[in-house]
């Protein structure tokens, strides 16, 4: 089955969610809440795909202008997503597996793996990479 793309069904979209350019941190969490929705959406639609990938990319830009990262770890990208985001270490045991391992992790005593990388990844909706070195 070929998706098609509708654009009255994306203009309609466009129209209820009024995405643009992110200037505040109120309006990237209300962004990331939104693409947070369509990203655990089964069955989406390629109109909410673009709809998704257009708050990605309008996500992105924010906080790479508000958080500039430099030379970064995996340890440091981590502290600064869970800090961007208001998360705890608990927030992140369903990710890791246990409380162990992410208090292991945010401390640095332990290097994320390959696997939790990716599991970060699609957690904070950012490519694996960041968290592997």
Do not use: W
Request: aromatic content about 6%; proline content about 4%; hydrophobic content about 40%.
């Amino acid at each position: 089955m070929t998706l098609t793309f509708n654009p009255e069904t994306y203009a309609s979209l466009l129209a209820q969610y009024k995405p643009k350019v992110i200037k505040t941190d109120e309006e990237n969490e209300q962004a990331i809440a939104l693409a947070e929705e369509l990203a655990h959406r089964e069955n989406r639609t390629g109109e909410e795909s673009a709809l998704f990938d257009l708050l990605l990319a309008l996500i992105e830009k924010y906080e790479d202008e508000k958080y500039p990262m430099g030379d970064s770890t995996p340890h440091s990208m981590l502290l600064h997503l869970m800090e961007a985001r208001d998360l705890k270490q608990a927030d992140l045991e369903e990710i890791l597996g246990s409380s162990e391992v992410v208090s292991e992790v945010v401390s640095g005593k332990r290097e994320i793996s390959l696997v939790e990388a990716k599991a970060l990844g699609e957690f904070f909706h950012v490519e694996p990479e960041l968290f592997s070195c």
